[in-house]
Antibody
Framework: QLQLQESGPGLVKPSETLSLTCTVS??????????WGWIRQPPGKGLEWIGS???????YYNPSLKSRVTISVDTSKNQFSLKLSSVTAADTAVYYC?????????WGQGTLVTVSS | AIRMTQSPSSLSASTGDRVTITCRAS??????LAWYQQKPGKAPKLLIY???TLQSGVPSRFSGSGSGTDFTLTISCLQSEDFATYYC??????????FGQGTRLEIK
């Protein structure tokens, strides 16, 4: 059974860089069929796609976040990562990683990241 | 970017009711639409993809229809576990995707 697990700091200071890693188990991140994505959800609000990456390293980002987002992949560790720079309170959210084959069929449990000094 | 608009934003219903949620795309997306269910504190769960195909393990009381710009999610006989928030998502521009704003289904 495929599992995804987000990890990283739960508290980030304003203007700093948010960094999260998603570890995939029970399957290979190098599968040619899938992209791997990051989605976030501010408290009490809806879902926002951040971006997605293919195992080869090809990336696609939400235009509204593109200037601040970097997604990378480490196939040797079966992980992919998110960096979001210059964060503000508006970036406080639950961050999810997920497997994407058109739709997102497997999700991590999510991790709350709070931006506060 | 393709915008997805759901209606209503919230609705109240009773167990046993039939409910329909609508999702409209800002441009034609063929049948490249998915529906998710999200319960408080949990990750979204994929219910339907390709507008009308049930994900494995999803009860048959859930159904989806539509193509082009207008789509519906129908729950034929509401169960207590169905009270949740529902999201549509287009993947016409895959892997670039967009979600609807969500529809909260509450107990009347």
């Amino acid at each position: 059974q495929l599992q995804l697990q987000e990890s990283g700091p739960g508290l980030v200071k304003p203007s700093e860089t948010l960094s999260l890693t998603c570890t995939v188990s029970g399957g290979s991140i190098s599968s040619s069929s899938y992209y791997w994505g990051w989605i976030r959800q501010p408290p009490g609000k809806g879902l926002e796609w951040i971006g997605s990456i293919y195992y080869s390293g090809s990336t696609y980002y939400n235009p509204s976040l593109k200037s601040r987002v970097t997604i990378s992949v480490d196939t040797s560790k079966n992980q992919f990562s998110l960096k979001l720079s210059s964060v503000t309170a508006a970036d406080t959210a639950v961050y999810y990683c997920a497997r994407q084959f058109r739709a997102f069929d497997y999700w991590g449990q999510g991790t709350l990241v709070t931006v506060s000094s | 970017a393709i915008r997805m608009t759901q209606s209503p934003s919230s609705l109240s219903a009773s167990t046993g009711d039939r409910v329909t949620i609508t999702c409209r795309a800002s441009q034609g997306i063929s049948s490249y639409l998915a529906w998710y269910q999200q319960k408080p504190g949990k990750a979204p769960k994929l219910l339907i993809y390709a507008a009308s195909t049930l994900q494995s393990g999803v009860p048959s009381r859930f159904s989806g229809s539509g193509s082009g710009t207008d789509f519906t999610l129908t729950i034929s006989c509401l169960q207590s576990e169905d009270f949740a928030t529902y999201y549509c998502q287009q993947y016409y521009s895959y892997p670039r995707i967009t979600f609807g704003q969500g529809t909260r289904l509450e107990i009347k």
